[in-house]
């Protein structure tokens, strides 16, 4: 117990005294520990805080120009989009022109073939009408011969038959 009661002697006498040489000492190794940090820790810390700040910055400044690039591009595809639109409208109205155009070009073609088809008929029509009165005069001669010679009570030989079926036809055709 004795050596216990030193030791904590001893610990309050130098606790009381002030030892320069042991601050002084205690000092320079924490300088040279601070400069051995310095070189070895603090430098390549920072530098690799430097390198990741450049890093980040490359990557903020790329992305921006990604941005940017990216805003262009848009830009270039709603222009693009517009002009197909426009393109489509003009084409729309182009069909729609031609449409009416060809409508029209149909219609006019109809109405000339009708106008034809028209005439055809009445020329037809006039045909029948005069192959029907040429059947009917040839009818009415054969009837009217006919009927004369039962009148007359003779026969008529066919130059006279021929001749009275010509006046007949040519009276008609003056009354007519």
């Known amino acids: 117990m004795l050596s216990g009661n030193l030791f904590v002697l001893g610990a309050a006498e130098s606790a009381g005294h002030f030892n320069g040489g042991?601050?002084?000492?205690?000092?320079?190794?924490?300088?040279?520990?601070?400069?051995?940090?310095?070189?070895?820790?603090?430098?390549?810390?920072?530098?690799?805080?430097?390198q990741r700040e450049d890093?980040?910055?490359?990557?903020?400044?790329?992305?921006?120009?990604?941005r940017v690039e990216a805003q262009k591009l848009l830009e270039e595809q709603r222009s693009l989009l517009?002009?197909?639109?426009?393109?489509?409208?003009?084409?729309?109205?182009?069909?729609?022109?031609?449409?009416?155009?060809?409508?029209?070009?149909?219609?006019?073609?109809?109405?000339t073939e009708a106008e034809r088809?028209?005439?055809?008929?009445?020329?037809?029509?006039?045909?029948q009408k005069e192959k029907a009165m040429a059947a009917i005069r040839e009818q009415v001669a054969s009837l009217s011969v006919l009927i004369a010679s039962k009148v007359i009570e003779k026969e008529l030989n066919t130059q006279d038959q021929d001749q009275l079926i010509n006046e007949y036809i040519k009276e008609a055709g003056e009354r007519r």
């Open 55 to 66: 890093h980040i910055a490359g990557e903020i400044n790329a992305a921006e120009g990604s």
């Open 22 to 50: 042991d601050s002084i000492f205690q000092l320079v190794v924490f300088l040279i520990l601070l400069a051995l940090l310095k070189k070895f820790a603090w430098g390549p810390l920072m530098g690799i805080m430097k």
């Open 117 to 127: 088809v028209k005439e055809a008929a009445k020329l037809e029509i006039d045909q």
């Open 82 to 111: 517009k002009e197909a639109r426009t393109e489509a409208q003009s084409l729309i109205e182009n069909a729609k022109k031609q449409g009416d155009v060809q409508r029209e070009e149909i219609i006019a073609i109809a109405r």
